[in-house]
């Protein structure tokens, strides 16, 4: 019976709290279902655990409903991104420019 069990840590993780849960699944639990189950949903309300991207150990995962878990995979519950991080930057090189610029002409 036991062989049809696996244990899978979820987390997830806010800006100043975050979760690590040590889940036992069924074997051929795929990872949104295990998202879906986990619970992070009534710990951080507003978690979107059918929607939200999902990755195992840093890596994203394009498709979660078809990645099936296994033993000892950590199953990460990602926020979504609020500005997009290539854009962030282009904004931080043009405002450092023009401080640069400006320190030239004074």
Known sequence: ???????VEVVYALADRQELLRLAFPRGTNARDAALR??????FPGVDLATCPLGIFGKALPRPEERVLEE????????????????VRKQRAAKAAQARAGERDA
Not at 78 to 85: E, F, G, H, T
């Open 38 to 43: 986990s619970g992070m949903d009534v710990r």
């Open 72 to 87: 000892g995979d950590r199953l990460e519950i990602y926020r979504p991104l609020i500005a997009d991080p290539k854009e």
């Open 1 to 7: 019976m036991a062989e049809d069990v696996i244990q």
